[in-house]
């Protein structure tokens, strides 16, 4: 089965903090996304890629930077985070227009 | 406004008895639609696709799919305590981008 890996899984970051949340993705997929999931909100698109050194804005990229180096990697960064950034971070990585998507097993970030 | 609206919000349903879930996009350019699964605690992951008009069955779980009224519905026939889970729909149109709903949450009580 496809294989995503998030770090780290838990995360206590302070107001204005720089927060970097890693994903790292073995299925040679070129797409790769990150969602947050709150409550009432479901899962909202953030950032997305296509392939290495390339990275489009989602629904709410606003206090969020991504980054894609290389084929299997790819990360969200706050730069200065805030209370509202608290939430579970999902990656996904997925193939193609019907793509199915394979998700990590998350990141907890707290913001205080 | 979620381009992808699902209900009910939630859900309880007798074991072995059948969950029926729907879901619309108000997005016209919608090609594809998911239904993905996520236990609590857990990462969602996929149940089932449908990408042309009709029906589609995978063992207990029914697909339907209605692409002039952008409208899906998943059905989960003889229910089991193990699919109680959020239930979460999502569609696709330009490119690879995925929008997901809500979600609807299925509680199975023996």
């Known amino acids: 089965e496809a294989a995503v890996t998030q770090s780290p899984r838990n995360k206590v970051a302070v107001t204005g903090g720089k927060v970097t949340l890693s994903c790292n993705q073995t299925n040679n997929h070129n797409n790769m996304y990150w969602y947050r999931q709150d409550t009432g909100h479901g899962l909202r698109l953030i950032h997305y890629s296509y392939g290495a050194g390339s990275t489009e804005k989602g629904d709410i990229p606003d206090g969020y930077k991504a980054s894609r180096p290389s084929q299997e990697n790819f990360s969200l960064i706050l730069e200065l985070a805030t209370p509202s950034q608290t939430s579970v971070y999902f990656c996904?990585?997925?193939?193609?227009?019907?793509?199915?998507?394979?998700f990590g097993a998350g990141t907890r970030l707290s913001v205080l | 406004q979620q381009k992808v609206q699902q209900s009910p919000e939630s859900l309880i349903v007798p074991e072995g008895g059948m969950a029926s879930l729907n879901c619309t996009s108000s997005d016209r350019n919608v090609d594809y639609f998911w239904w993905y699964r996520q236990h609590s605690g857990k990462s969602p992951k996929m149940l089932m696709s449908i990408f042309s008009n009709g029906e589609k069955e995978e063992g207990r779980f029914t697909v339907h799919l209605n692409k002039a009224s952008l409208h899906t519905s998943l059905h989960i026939r003889d229910s089991q305590p193990s699919d109680s889970a959020l239930y979460l729909c999502?569609?696709?149109?330009?490119?690879?981008?995925?929008?997901f709903g809500i979600g609807t949450r299925v509680l199975v009580r023996p």
């Open positions: 999502a569609a696709s149109s330009a490119g690879n981008k995925l929008t």
């Open positions: 996904a990585s997925g193939e193609g227009s019907q793509n199915t998507l394979y």
